[in-house]
């Protein structure tokens, strides 16, 4: 079946500019998870959203960082005037949220470079 | 500061031999670990996982190793495969019951020499 899917998988944008990443997660998975990973780093947690429950948003690094997920599907993550800071893979994750389901599963992420 | 450290950034091991990944991690409250491999340009993909009740989980090449008294994992394959060469990422699910996030380690480049 189809897995997580993300775009675009490499966004190139002007500092200062704002950026839209989008993720659409496996079929009924109920759970999504947006992470980052810079150079030389692990994933660093940003936000999770858990079916109509509020998002956990305490990994978001700043206010210009933003997320929304529509119908319990898809993730849009907003970055609004873009820093060189943000350059890096953006991740996102769903899994079914069921009790005691704990694999993740990723996409292939969205490389950003902020130039 | 880092909850969960993975202190070889790469390893190189010859094919057939046994490869072996650490991690260590701070918190006592982390319940069940995770190890992720991936791909150059691809997400991670899940590995292999073990409860904090357990000392060993294996799953074919792959035995994961957990001692909680020294907050050490090990991730074991044998034999080791070229197609092996990746970054493994070792993730911890916590802290506290119920917790729903992953914090990550850097991850150790794995290259299997053929």
């Known amino acids: 079946g189809a897995g997580v899917s993300q775009s675009p998988s490499n966004k190139v944008t002007e500092k200062g500019k704002d950026v839209e990443l989008r993720c659409d997660p496996i079929s009924g998975h109920t759970a999504l998870y947006w992470y980052r990973q810079s150079l030389g780093q692990g994933l660093e947690f940003l936000i999770y959203f858990q079916g109509n429950s509020a998002p956990d948003k305490s990994g978001l690094p700043s206010d210009r960082f933003s997320a929304e997920r529509t119908g319990g599907s898809v993730s849009t993550l907003t970055i609004q005037r873009t820093q060189q800071e943000d350059s890096a893979v953006y991740l996102c994750a769903s899994t079914t949220g069921g009790v005691q389901v704990y694999e993740q599963y990723f996409g292939p992420g969205t490389r950003l470079t902020v130039t | ?53 357990k000392d060993k989980n294996e799953d074919g090449r792959f035995t994961v190793f957990l001692n909680k008294s020294a907050k050490h994992l090990s991730l074991h394959i044998v034999p080791s495969q070229p197609g092996d060469s990746a970054v493994y990422f070792c993730a911890a699910l916590g802290p506290g019951a119920g917790s729903y996030q992953l914090t990550f380690g850097k991850g150790t480049k794995l290259s299997v020499i053929p």
């Open chain 2, 1 to 53: 500061d880092q909850q969960v450290k993975q202190n070889s950034p790469s390893l190189s091991v010859q094919e057939g031999r046994i490869s072996i990944l650490n991690c260590d991690y701070t918190n006592s409250m982390f319940d069940y670990f995770l190890w992720y491999k991936k791909y150059p340009a691809e997400g991670p993909t899940f590995l292999i996982s073990i409860s904090s009740i």
